[in-house]
């Protein structure tokens, strides 16, 4: 079976002296590191290896988190890592995350416990707020906002399941 990896985050900057690092979230992805997570880096460093698990994983204001990497304690292996992509397994993250990918997105079906089939998603906007579902469907056009409170999982065909509150779904022209 082959591994699927997602690029969660990137290294930042070291913090003190003791080995930890700042890592701020890509593609618009929460902080995601915890304790006892595999990472891989990318690119390796020559000096440390390059699968890291997580000691500890804390202050995140919600994209960025201060972490310790077993084996990493000095200020000089700390450094090794700045600039590397974050990488963990597909199977060890959130299953909230799948609704985060936006490019693995496009053309997924969506469907609402509620209402049923709402269509197809078209495009994923970019908010400032959050983001937007585009939906085609018979010839209308749904705006859903992204969130993860909203999301129930995946069907066994890829699908998106999502539970809206009344009043979240706009249509064309609202």
Do not use: C, N, Y
Request: net charge negative.
């Amino acid at each position: 079976m082959r591994i699927r990896w997602k690029t969660i985050a990137r290294v930042v900057k070291t913090h003190a002296t003791s080995g930890e690092v700042v890592v701020s979230s890509v593609h618009g992805l929460p902080a995601l590191l915890t304790e006892g997570m595999e990472a891989a880096l990318v690119p390796p460093a020559l000096k440390v290896p390059r699968f890291l698990t997580v000691a500890r994983a804390a202050g995140s204001d919600g994209t960025s988190q201060l972490v310790s990497f077993e084996g990493i304690g000095t200020l000089s292996a700390a450094k090794e890592l700045v600039g590397k992509a974050i990488l963990i397994r597909a199977d060890d993250l959130p299953d909230e995350v799948g609704i985060l990918d936006k490019d693995a997105l496009i053309g997924a079906r969506v469907e609402d416990l509620t209402r049923g089939h709402l269509g197809v998603i078209e495009a994923v906007l970019a908010g400032s707020a959050q983001d937007v579902f585009v939906l085609r469907d018979a010839g209308r056009e749904l705006l859903i906002p992204v969130r993860s409170e909203f999301f129930e999982g995946r069907s066994d065909d890829g699908g998106i399941i999502l539970d809206l509150p009344e009043g979240s779904i706009l249509m064309e022209g609202e």
